[in-house]
Each structure stands twice: as C-alpha cells, then as structure tokens.
C-alpha cells in the first residue's frame, strides 16, 4: 500500500462547481497534514495545513479523520485560477523536513 | 526578497554523461532540501543538507548521487553517469532552521530542474 494515496482524477469541473479530493495515508504515526497546489511544470506551493478539529481559508476546507487515516479537501465556487494539481502530503513525527507526497490529483475548472 | 534559486531549470544529458544541479537557498536560510519527482509520481525526499553538513540522506540512491552544500555557494546535487530512468524534476527547498518552516509546514521550493537523459 501506497504511503499517501489520492484520487486518480483527472477531474473536468465547469466554472462554479464544488470539488472535493480524498487522501488517505497508511503510516498512522503521521504527524502533520497539509495541501500543496502544483501548477504545470512549476514548484509545489502550500495551499494549506490540515487541522484534527477541520480549518477553512476562504473556497477552501480541509478536514482530517486520524481514525480513519483520511484527509479531504473541497473548494466550493471553483475558479478558472485553481486549475492545477492538488498534492495531499504529510510527514512522521520526528522528521519534520521528510515530507511525503502523494501523486497528486488534477484539476481543471473550465468556462 | 529572491526565493530559492535552482539551475540549470532544463537540462538535457546523454547516457553515461555527469550532471550537476544547483540550488541557492531563500536568503537567510540555511538548510537544503533535494526532492525528485518522477514522471507521473509523487515527490520523493533524497536528502537533507546544512552547510557543510549532509544530514539526512536516506532517500538517495546509493550509487551514482551525490550532493554537498559548501561553506560559499550553493547546493549541488551530481548525478554520476546517468540513465534513462534519472530523467526527472529535482527540487530544492529551503528552510531557515530545523524543520519547516514559515507558517505550519511550508518548505519553500524552487521551480526544480528538468533532467532528460536521453
């Protein structure tokens, strides 16, 4: 099994739509969570960290499930501008620098 | 305020032939990080560096990689005698202390290098 498995996409929305991404991890030693965004052939940016109790940053949710060894990210009111890959990462507690990403799942938001 | 600096950003390499990437850290950083992404995969940690230090390098292959981080100058990452399957993006982060750093998690990364061995 996978350390960080994602949904395969690609995923096709039209302008407006809410879209939702799943991740799950295997190593439940886990310590910290988070979502980048990848835009075609350039560098992984931080999207946002993922909190046990859930955060929110404006379109964005991000929910963790520890039990379940599952994290989700929705974006409501997709835009053309979050056309791009989102990569689900996490890292083991005493390793902080070792983060492990997961594939990646791709996104296109179209007119 | 230049983020982390890596080149070349392409580089086109025939088989058996050395290559050598660079990475200049975020101002004011001083840990490097090498991360390599294989087409169609998931970024993969290689190596952890401070000046002059390697610190972690568990994720390199054993034979044929290399990197350092000098007292002056930037990280290298060499690849002795590519192959086929070292075609890649490499990355470099950077981080001003142990661990990550910014705001929960973020490692700063430059735009990588494309590796085509050909």
């Known amino acids: 099994r996978k350390e960080v498995e994602q949904d395969p996409g690609p995923f096709n929305v039209p302008e407006g739509a809410t879209v939702a991404f799943n991740c799950t991890y295997s190593n439940s030693a886990s310590q910290s969570f988070f979502w980048y965004r990848q835009d075609c052939r350039k560098e992984p940016k931080l999207l946002m960290s993922v909190y046990s109790s859930g955060n929110e940053d404006g379109r964005f949710t991000a929910q963790l499930n520890r039990a379940s060894q599952y994290i989700s990210l929705l974006i409501r009111d997709s835009k053309l501008s979050d056309s791009a890959t989102y990569l689900c990462v996490v890292n083991m507690r005493g390793s902080n620098y070792k983060l492990t990403f997961g594939k990646g799942t791709l996104l296109t938001v179209n007119p | 305020n230049a983020g982390v600096m890596q080149n070349p950003r392409h580089l086109v390499r025939r088989r058996g032939q050395e290559a050598r990437l660079r990475c200049s850290p975020m101002k004011g950083h001083s840990h490097v990080y090498w991360y390599r992404q294989l087409p169609e995969e998931g970024l993969k940690f290689m190596v952890y560096?401070?000046?002059?230090?390697?610190?972690?390098e568990s994720g390199m292959p054993k034979e044929r990689f290399s990197a350092e981080f000098p007292k002056e100058g930037p990280s290298i990452l060499r690849i002795q005698q590519v192959v086929r399957g070292d075609s890649a993006a490499y990355f470099c982060a950077s981080s001003p202390s142990n661990g990550l750093a910014g705001v929960d998690g973020e490692l700063f990364f430059g735009e990588g290098s494309r590796l085509t061995v050909l």
């Open positions: 560096l401070q000046k002059e230090n390697i610190i972690d």
